[in-house]
């Protein structure tokens, strides 16, 4: 074996016990610089990685460098010694800094020489991946640098760059387990605070589900019992999928409920709703859609106001169509005073009145096709004559029948309303 490859072998072997022990990656950079700084006895030494945040180099770890240097500097990809070396993943000696035109930076410098090496992965496939520079000079002896100094560091360098790459996956394996883990957490919190059943109601049957996608969404239904016994539904879609979607869901849930003894019409209501939910939903810059119902027995009509929601429908046992119940409403969160509108309809005994999110119509299957309205009505008509549950299982069922092999991209929720 060369010299320079087996000094080079000793200094990782030297590393890889103490990075075993190591806490973290700023702890690594700090292992490998005191490797560096003794196999070439150099006063100034440093670590840049790259950083995709500011799309340059930055200063991880460092020996002699001036403290504000080290916080402050970045290297932009291509510029400087630090950033070719980067881009073109070849190492560099300078014999003399000063005639390869560092500026006025070359009187930080006590010596000449200076060498900067890429620390470059080469995984199992062509090309290699550049994580960032190792720079050295200001040898203590006043020597300057020499081929086989550079040939030292370059292997020293890319034998490194493996433990980086293992470290860096590393990481990025235990941030998405801890995300999912996070998520799933979310996940569960929004299932409870969803209606466990329906009460009981006079006049009216009612179901309600929700299939949540792999990430955390902002759907949400209800069901409510006002003080004077008029029943009043909600279906309501936070825009987003994110833990930060589902905590608007729950803070909307909590303003919803506070609001139900006070007997609003449906547009009051939301207006009030959206009064109360507009600062938190302008500093999340997020949005709610919702379409609210309220069953009025004694006059045999639904009441209704929705908010840049899919307009909800109503069958007509009578004549086996299909209505769309639209006010063309703002969403919550757009300006804190907008104006909504009530409007109504006259139903009767067996008419169905069904609640949705985009989540069922908006579904896409593995050739980009959407579900849209024209499948939902094909799959209600088979199961109009049946119980609120089962026509709520069967939207969906059908919608996720429609996106296999895929899953669902977004929530998918259901309320479904049956006069009797």
């Keep these: 074996m060369a010299g320079a490859e087996k000094k080079a072998i000793e200094a990782v072997y030297s590393l890889s016990s103490a990075i075993a022990q190591a806490t973290g990656l700023d702890q690594v950079y700090e292992l490998i610089l005191d490797q560096v700084v003794e196999l070439f006895g150099v006063e100034k ?21 001036d403290p504000e240097i080290k916080e402050r500097a970045i290297v932009r990809v291509g510029e400087g010694i630090s950033g070719k070396v980067f881009k073109s993943s070849e190492p560099l000696l300078l014999e003399d800094i000063r005639a ?73 394996v235990a941030k998405s387990e801890q995300m999912r883990q996070q998520l799933e957490i979310a996940r569960q919190i929004q299932y409870r605070l969803l209606p466990i059943e329906p009460p009981r109601m006079d006049g009216i049957e009612a179901a309600g589900r929700i299939i949540t996608a792999e990430r955390v969404g902002g759907d949400y239904y209800d069901f409510f019992m006002s003080r004077t016994k ?29 609001q139900m003894d006070a007997e609003y019409t449906p547009s009051i209501l939301v207006q009030r709703l959206n009064q109360i939910l507009y600062e938190d939903l302008f500093q999340a810059e997020q949005f709610i859609s919702m379409a609210f119902v309220k ?84 799959a209600l008509k088979v199961v109009v004559e049946k119980s609120p549950k089962e026509i709520v299982d069967a939207i969906v069922d059908a919608t996720a029948s429609f996106v296999e092999p895929l899953v669902p991209r977004d929530d998918v929720t259901a309320l479904v309303l049956r006069v009797i």
């Design 45 to 65: 030494a440093s670590i840049m990685v790259y950083d995709a945040a500011v799309d340059g180099l930055r200063i991880a770890a460092a020996r002699g460098l």
């Design 230 to 258: 008029r029943p009043s539904f909600v279906v309501a879609d936070v825009s987003g999928h994110s833990i930060g979607a589902a905590l608007i869901m729950a803070a909307f849930r909590s303003a919803m409920r506070s």
């Design 295 to 378: 069953y009025v027995k004694s006059r045999q009509l639904i009441q209704f106001t929705n908010a840049g929601h899919p307009p909800p429908l109503v069958w007509r046992k009578a004549t086996n169509q299909f209505e769309e119940l639209v006010t063309s409403d703002p969403l919550l969160g757009i300006e804190p005073m907008s104006i909504f509108h009530d409007k109504h309809v006259v139903v009767s005994k067996g008419d169905i009145i069904v609640l949705y999110t985009d989540g069922v119509t908006e579904a896409t299957n593995k050739n980009g096709e959407r579900f849209g309205k024209q499948r939902l009505y094909e």
């Design 100 to 172: 390869a035109g560092m500026g006025q930076g070359s009187e930080r410098y006590k010596t000449a020489s200076l060498m900067s090496a890429p620390v470059t992965c080469f995984p199992m496939k062509a090309g290699g991946e550049s994580l960032g520079v190792i720079n050295v000079t200001d040898r203590a002896d006043g020597r300057p640098f020499t081929e086989h100094d550079l040939k030292l560091l370059t292997t020293l360098s890319n034998q490194v760059a493996s433990y980086l790459r293992i470290l860096y996956l590393s990481q990025e």
